[in-house]
């Protein structure tokens, strides 16, 4: 059988998280490469090849916010492994995702950070950051998802259910 070989994705993204003046906040950016929805989205994408996961995570998120990881949120327990054959980096994120419909086939790892300096007006594919409060997010979500990117309102549920049970 014959198969067409299909793109496939690994991606770094981030939550960047802050206390702000409402609590617990979170950076939403608009994506803005030509031909695709200018929805809501949480920073991040592909991997280049034998970049680690968080050096990826941290040129992704520069490169899209002008922000700077200063730290992750859980404990990445990440190890570093050397053998004739290669090396290799083992960590934790905070979830991984892998699309199992839609536009594009991929896997990726999502980080919950925080970061330091003023998000750029406009980055790399991405502009108009702002940041909101995680008590505001579930109702945004429930009354407007077509807001959202499907990347991110899947990932906001999942923290939701799992990590802001309490917001």
């Not at 299909?6 to 702000?20: L, P, Q, S, T």
């Not at 949480?42 to 941290?58: C, K, V, W």
């Not at 923290?159 to 917001?167: G, K, M, Y």
């Amino acid at each position: 059988m014959f198969r067409r070989k299909k793109d496939f994705y690994v991606n770094a993204r981030a939550i960047i998280e802050r206390d702000g003046d409402h609590g617990r906040e979170v950076l939403l950016q608009v994506r803005a490469k030509p031909g695709q929805p200018r929805t809501l989205e949480l920073p991040g994408g592909q991997l280049d090849p034998f970049e680690s996961i968080p050096a990826a995570l941290r040129r992704e998120v520069m490169e899209e916010t002008g922000l700077t990881v200063t730290a992750f949120l859980d404990d990445p327990h990440a190890t570093a492994s050397s053998a004739p054959g290669g090396d290799v980096e083992c960590l934790t994120p905070a979830f991984v995702y892998q699309t199992t419909r839609g536009p594009v086939d991929s896997v990726g790892f999502f980080f919950r950070v925080q970061a330091s300096g003023e998000p750029l007006t406009r980055g790399d594919h991405a502009e108009a950051p702002r940041w909101v409060p995680v008590r505001d997010l579930r109702t945004q979500m429930q009354t407007c998802p077509g807001d959202f990117n499907w990347l991110t309102l899947a990932a906001l549920r999942h923290l939701f259910t799992h990590t802001w049970a309490d917001a």
